[in-house]
């Protein structure tokens, strides 16, 4: 779970690997998602976020409907409310070098908390 005092980038990189790992349970052919992976200068975390082209509870009802990863889907759903920045800045392009390093920041420790509780499922 994210810290209390946690930026609202590193926040923001929190939510989009939640979002990655959401994607691999509804979609498991497609890549796993790994810590390596950086936004990178013009790039933006509402662009990463949209196009993942989540249809959240169409996504969940799949995944249940299909038995893959109950358990974790429903951790992965319980865990974004806690992850959407206060500030809608967060989410936007040019975060500048600190903002990128701190979402980076909250992307690889996200997906360490994930790949702990469900190894499968991040790489």
């Known amino acids: 779970m994210p810290e209390q005092n946690e930026s609202g980038h590193k926040l923001a990189g ?5 979002m990655r790992v959401l994607k691999f349970l509804t979609a498991p ?5 790994v810590a390596e992976e950086r936004l990178e200068g013009r790039d933006s975390p ?19 409907q299909n038995g893959r990863h109950v358990k974790a889907a429903g951790e992965v759903f319980r865990a974004i409310p806690a992850l959407v920045p206060r500030q809608g800045v967060a989410l ?17 420790a996200q997906l360490v908390e994930l790949k702990e ?6 790489e």
């Open 29 to 33: 052919s497609g890549p796993k998602p």
């Open 92 to 108: 936007e392009k040019n975060l500048g070098e600190r903002g990128l390093a701190e979402f980076n920041a909250g992307y690889r």
């Open 14 to 18: 929190r939510l989009y690997a939640t």
């Open 46 to 64: 509402r662009k990463r976020i949209r196009a993942l082209e989540l249809d959240l509870f169409g996504d969940l009802v799949s995944a249940v």
């Open 117 to 122: 509780a469900f190894p499968e499922l991040v």
